[in-house]
Antibody, heavy 119, light 107 residues
Framework: EVQLVQSGAEVNKPGESLKISCKGS????????IGWVRQMPGKGLEWMGI????????RYSPSFQGQVTISADKSISTAYLQWSSLKASDTAMYYC????????????WGQGTLVTVSS | EIVMTQSPATLSVSPGERATLSCRAS??????LAWYQQKPGQAPRLLIY???TRATDIPARFSGSGSGTEFTLTISSLQSEDFAVYYC?????????FGQGTKVEIK
């Protein structure tokens, strides 16, 4: 069974760094892309970026380029989304999702990680 | 960047009735259009890809149509479990983009 399991909810202060994770299982982790999607409270879905764990090819939405870093460790089938300096506006639910190609649909999704940034 | 616009924002429908949701792209995305369903507190679920192909285990009451810039998701007879928010997503042009969503609520 394909599963994407994300790390738990986080509460952080503005200016702190953070790294959340997404662990894949039940499929060949290095043969599919992992994308990240933001959902701010009460709002819609925003595509952030995507990584191919097989060779770490990473692409970002212009809206998120420079704001976050996407990485992966294929040895432990885990993708990451990280911030170097959080802002209150980063408060959101973040989903990882699997895609067969960089430009295609997302067929399996993680359960989401809620990130709250508040002083 | 392509902008995806969904209408209406909210659709009030009685159980058993038909629901028709629209999605418009700011430029052609050919048939590279997907639909997702999101229920409260849950992750999105893929319903339709390539504009009209149902994903695995999606009931036949869900159907998609359209190409180019105009797309439609139709739910032929709404069941209680279908009340949710629906998003379209284009994956023809970089970067991929979602519409703002249509909430289907009980009338």
């Amino acid at each position: 069974e394909v599963q994407l399991v994300q790390s738990g909810a986080e509460v952080n202060k503005p200016g702190e760094s953070l790294k959340i994770s997404c662990k894949g299982s039940g499929y060949s982790f290095t043969s599919y892309w992992i994308g990240w999607v933001r959902q701010m409270p009460g709002k819609g879905l925003e595509w952030m970026g995507i990584i191919y764990p097989g060779d770490s090819d990473t692409r970002y939405s212009p809206s998120f380029q420079g704001q976050v870093t996407i990485s992966a460790d294929k040895s432990i089938s885990t993708a990451y989304l990280q911030w170097s300096s959080l802002k209150a506006s980063d408060t959101a639910m973040y989903y990882c999702a699997r895609a067969p190609a960089a430009m295609t649909v997302y067929d399996y999704w993680g359960q989401g990680t809620l990130v709250t940034v508040s002083s | 960047e392509i902008v995806m616009t969904q209408s209406p924002a909210t659709l009030s429908v009685s159980p058993g009735e038909r629901a028709t949701l629209s999605c418009r792209a700011s430029q052609s995305v050919r048939s590279n259009l997907a639909w997702y369903q999101q229920k409260p507190g849950q992750a999105p679920r893929l319903l339709i890809y390539s504009a009209s192909t149902r994903a695995t285990d999606i009931p036949a009451r869900f159907s998609g149509s359209g190409s180019g810039t105009e797309f439609t998701l139709t739910i032929s007879s709404l069941q209680s479990e279908d009340f949710a928010v629906y998003y379209c997503q284009q994956y023809n042009n970089w970067p991929p983009a979602f519409g703002q969503g249509t909430k289907v609520e009980i009338k």
